[in-house]
T-cell receptor, first 114, second 113 residues
Framework: KAGVTQTPRYLIKTRGQQVTLSCSPI?????VSWYQQTPGQGLQFLFE???????NKGNFPGRFSGRQFSNSRSEMNVSTLELGDSALYLC?????????????FGEGSRLTVL | SQKIEQNSEALNIQEGKTATLTCNYT??????LQWYRQDPGRGPVFLLL?????KEKRKERLKVTFDTTLKQSLFHITASQPADSATYLC????????????FGGGTRLMVKP
């Protein structure tokens, strides 16, 4: 079956702009989590959505937001971009939430902020 | 504050040997621990999960141990192959925290032929 699909794979923005990233989970998976990966901070949890509801949120400013649609597809948005937002944004899907099972990650969206 | 430490230096071993990677944590009470593999430019791939009440888990050439007293997990790859070269990440999860994981910084493993 198809894996987790993230679009776009690469994008370049300038400071102050906003960006929307998209994630299509594996068919049947209802949980979508977002992570930010940078060389300095590693992988950091942004938020998790399950059945269109945000279940958990990491320690990121309010400029980072997300949502999940009824078909489980998810989007995350970053407003007023800063240089430090340059990172690989990874989406992961799972059948359920809190089942301690594996997360299936996409290939990521690499954002560069100039 | 919570801290999950993995050896940030690359681990270089010879093909056929056993690779042992370490994950130490402080100020954290995990309900479970997972190990992932990440290749350059790719997303992490799940390898193994071990729960707080389990001491050891095996899967083919992989073995993970979990010592909640020492606050440490060891990840072993036996009969290592050059194809095992990658970055390995440990991740901890809590009860009632959904799928929120806290990741270590990863250890890069290089297996030389």
């Amino acid at each position: 079956k198809a894996g987790v699909t993230q679009t776009p794979r690469y994008l370049i923005k300038t400071r102050g702009q906003q960006v929307t990233l998209s994630c299509s989970p594996i068919s049947g998976h209802r949980s979508v989590s977002w992570y930010q990966q940078t060389p300095g901070q590693g992988l950091q949890f942004l938020f998790e959505y399950f059945s269109e509801t945000q279940r958990n949120k990491g320690n990121f400013p309010g400029r980072f937001s997300g949502r999940q649609f009824s078909n489980s597809r998810s989007e995350m948005n970053v407003s007023t971009l800063e240089l430090g937002d340059s990172a690989l944004y990874l989406c992961a899907s799972s059948l359920l939430t809190g089942n301690t099972g594996e997360l299936f990650f996409g290939e990521g969206s690499r954002l560069t902020v100039l | 504050s919570q801290k999950i430490e993995q050896n940030s230096e690359a681990l270089n071993i010879q093909e056929g040997k056993t690779a042992t990677l370490t994950c130490n944590y402080t100020n954290y009470s995990p309900a479970y621990l997972q190990w992932y593999r990440q290749d350059p430019g790719r997303g992490p791939v799940f390898l193994l999960l071990i729960r707080e009440n389990e001491k050891e888990k095996r899967k083919e050439r992989l073995k993970v141990t979990f010592d909640t007293t020492l606050k440490q997990s060891l990840f072993h790859i036996t009969a290592s192959q050059p194809a095992d070269s990658a970055t390995y990440l440990c991740a901890l999860g809590r009860r009632r925290a959904g799928n929120m994981l806290t990741f270590g910084g990863g250890t890069r493993l290089m297996v030389k032929p």
